[in-house]
């Protein structure tokens, strides 16, 4: 399958997208710097952080053919919502 709609999340402080980073790592995802790439899963994503515009984007690039991408997308949009809003 090929890729998915890319998401994009504005209002990203840096602080926030540190523990975005952290809460990744603990899942075993490494979402390290600004921008790169990583497989989990047989899921192939990237992402981009523009800490001047705050603007957060990420892109599953390759999915398995039987995940689809609205599933990945809804996890990864619950997953930095429920981030976002940790206090």
Known sequence: MGQCEAQI????TAEQFE?????A???GIPLEGAS???TKMGIHFGW????AEGRLTVQCL???FFVSCSDV????ES???ETLSEA
Do not use: C, W
């Open 9 to 12: 999340f504005d209002d990203i």
């Open 19 to 23: 523990k975005l980073q952290a809460k």
């Open 25 to 27: 790592k603990t899942a």
């Open 36 to 38: 790169g790439e990583a």
């Open 48 to 51: 981009n952080y523009e800490q």
């Open 62 to 64: 390759q999915v398995p």
């Open 73 to 76: 997308n809804a996890r990864i």
């Open 79 to 81: 997953l930095v919502k």
